[in-house]
C-alpha cells in the first residue's frame, strides 16, 4: 500500500518537472523501484526469489543512471526503457503463472503488457525528445501504482487467518454455541440420583455369561430386577395388576353387517350389557 501511494506521488511530481531535470530524477526513481522489489521479496511470496534477482537488476541499473557522465535524457530514457521492459515480462510471466488460483491475473498481465509497451517506446529511437522522456517516467510510475495496489488488496485478501484464531463456518459456529450453553447448563445443575441406585462402577463381561466380578449373568438379572421392584415400591407403586377380564358369554362373531347392530355392548369393567336391558 505504501509502495503504491508513493509510486502515484512519484508519476505527479515528475510530470511537473522540467524536461532538464530528468537526467538527475530517473536514477532516484529506479532505485525505488528496487526497494519495492525487495519488499516484494519480504513478502514470503512464492515468487520471493525472482524479486530478490530484480532488485539486484534495478539497483545496478540505478547505480549507473546516477553515475553516468552524460547530462542528457538519452541514456535515462534507454534505462527507463530498460526497467519498464524487464517488470512489464516479469508481471506478464507471473500473471500468466498464476491465472489458476489468482482471479486477478488478467489485470496484472495489461499492466505487464502496457510496461513492456512504454519500454519498448522510451527505448525505441521514437523517444529523442525530453519531454517525452518525462511522460514515459510518469507512465511508469501509474502503472507500478496500480501493480501494487492491486498486490497488496490482493495479499490482504488471500492472508489467512492468525494460527490463535480459527474461524468456523456459520454452521458449525451456531452448533458449537448451542452445545457450549446446553453444556454450561448442565454443569450448573445438581444431578438427581435415585435413593435406590448405588453407585458402582460398570463390570466388564469377560466370559459368556460372567462378569468382571464373579457375578453371573442369572445373578445379575435378580439383582436388577430386586432394584427394580425397590424403585418401584419407594415410588408408591405396590401391589398386583388386575388382569383383564374376558366375558365367557360373548356371542359369535356376526357374518354379515347387519348382525353388528345387534351385538352386545362391553363395559370398561368386562360386564356385558345385552340390548334388553339385561346384564
Given at each position: ?212 466380578t464373579g457375578e453371573t449373568f442369572h445373578d445379575r438379572v435378580v439383582r436388577t430386577t ?54
Amino acid at each position: 500500500m505504501f509502495a503504491g501511494t508513493a509510486w502515484l506521488a512519484i508519476s505527479w511530481a515528475v510530470l511537473r518537472l522540467e524536461p532538464t531535470d530528468i537526467a538527475a530524477v530517473a536514477g532516484p526513481v529506479i532505485l525505488f523501484g528496487a526497494v519495492c522489489e525487495l519488499i516484494r521479496t519480504l513478502a514470503g511470496t512464492r515468487t520471493w526469489w525472482l524479486n530478490a534477482c530484480l532488485t539486484g537488476l534495478f539497483a545496478a541499473t540505478a547505480a549507473v543512471m546516477m553515475t553516468a557522465p552524460d547530462s542528457t535524457f538519452t541514456t535515462p530514457a534507454s534505462l527507463i526503457g530498460w526497467y519498464l521492459m524487464v517488470r512489464g515480462a516479469v508481471d506478464v510471466a507471473v500473471g500468466i503463472m498464476t491465472r489458476g488460483s489468482d482471479r486477478v491475473w488478467s489485470l496484472i498481465v495489461t499492466v505487464g503488457v502496457l510496461e513492456t509497451a512504454l519500454g519498448f517506446f522510451s527505448a525505441s529511437p521514437f523517444s529523442r525528445t525530453a519531454e517525452l522522456a518525462v511522460v514515459t517516467l510518469g507512465g511508469l510510475g501509474v502503472l507500478r501504482a496500480v501493480a501494487d495496489l492491486v498486490t497488496a488488496f490482493r495479499l490482504r485478501e488471500v492472508a489467512g487467518p492468525r494460527k490463535d484464531v480459527l474461524e468456523l463456518p456459520p454452521e458449525r459456529a451456531a452448533g458449537v454455541a448451542g452445545y457450549s450453553a446446553g453444556l454450561t447448563d448442565f454443569e450448573g445443575r445438581s444431578r438427581a440420583r435415585h435413593r435406590a441406585r448405588t453407585q458402582t462402577s460398570a463390570s466388564t463381561v469377560t466370559a459368556p455369561g460372567e462378569t468382571g466380578t464373579g457375578e453371573t449373568f442369572h445373578d445379575r438379572v435378580v439383582r436388577t430386577t430386586a432394584e427394580l421392584d425397590t424403585m418401584l415400591a419407594q415410588a408408591g407403586v405396590t401391589g398386583q395388576r388386575k388382569a383383564d377380564t374376558v366375558p365367557k358369554d360373548l356371542p359369535a362373531a356376526p357374518d354379515t353387517p347387519e348382525g353388528v347392530e345387534g351385538l352386545p355392548a362391553v363395559r370398561a369393567s368386562g360386564e356385558v350389557e345385552r340390548p334388553g336391558g339385561g346384564r
